[in-house]
């Protein structure tokens, strides 16, 4: 009986001795989870996200190194390269997965941007052309607009705007190509979720000459962590040019509202290297 009795209150000792130990190594108790961001609502339900929004570290450069043609020119003058990081988020090397062919066509338009002899060899961007899907998010402000059923989004450059749909329509004929392609949104909590088809391609994601074909298929998340920060990504799909699908992020920031001056590029100008000139300083964000 003695035995029975120390054996149980070793046993109890240990147990005490213990619990501390084991309290201690699943450290102190958590902090409940942040709630997520509770926005006003407009009148037919979706989060009010309207107002004019930049990129923190907006330019169309390039890609791989997130730089606008300010900085870049900058390097050109000072010799000093700098390291931007890459807008690509689903790898570690931080580069766009093409195919061989892919690559060799990219390396060559960037060899020959500088100093062009044939007009494709000239950015869309400095010809004037529409930037397109996804490169208008790294381009500088734009405003989003919530009219009932649909979120607008509209740029001072070119004049150019998206209306995204919310009511579950199908995309159009898939003989429809557009510069921006057909998007089609829904929202998932804070987040606008548009598909986007019907892209026609003539537009580049940069500067240097990163591109996609008429077959890319783009999965766009416009995730809005607050009333002043908002996160893009862009996930392509192209069979034909890349490897596998990969990811861009751009982060955006909430600016003032204040009316969009009017911005026009150089309609009919000829002289490629006056028109460039004018995105050194337009082409910049906030870094």
Known sequence: MRLHQTTMALGIGVALLSLPAALFGQGAVPEPPTAP???ARTPDGQPDVQGVWRPVDGGTQSLERAMS????????ATGVRKDYPSRIIDSEDGHIPYQSWAAALQQELEAVYENPT????IDTQTRCLGPGVPRLYYFPRFRILQPAGSVVFVWDQYH????????????VSPRIKLWSGDGRGRWEGNTLVVDTTNLNAKSRLDVI???FSDQAHILERFIFI???TMH????????TVFTRPWTMQVVQRREPD???????CHEGEHDAARTSSQFIDSDVGDR
Do not use: C, M, Q
């Open 258 to 264: 204040e009316e969009f001056w009017e911005y026009a």
């Open 69 to 76: 043609s300010g900085e870049y020119f900058d390097e050109l």
């Open 232 to 239: 893009y990504e862009a996930t392509i799909t192209d069979p």
């Open 37 to 39: 961001w509770a926005p």
């Open 209 to 211: 000459g990163d591109f």
């Open 118 to 121: 044939r007009p494709e060899h």
């Open 226 to 228: 607050d009333g002043t």
């Open 160 to 171: 150019s705007f998206r209306v995204i749909p919310l009511d579950g329509r199908p995309h």
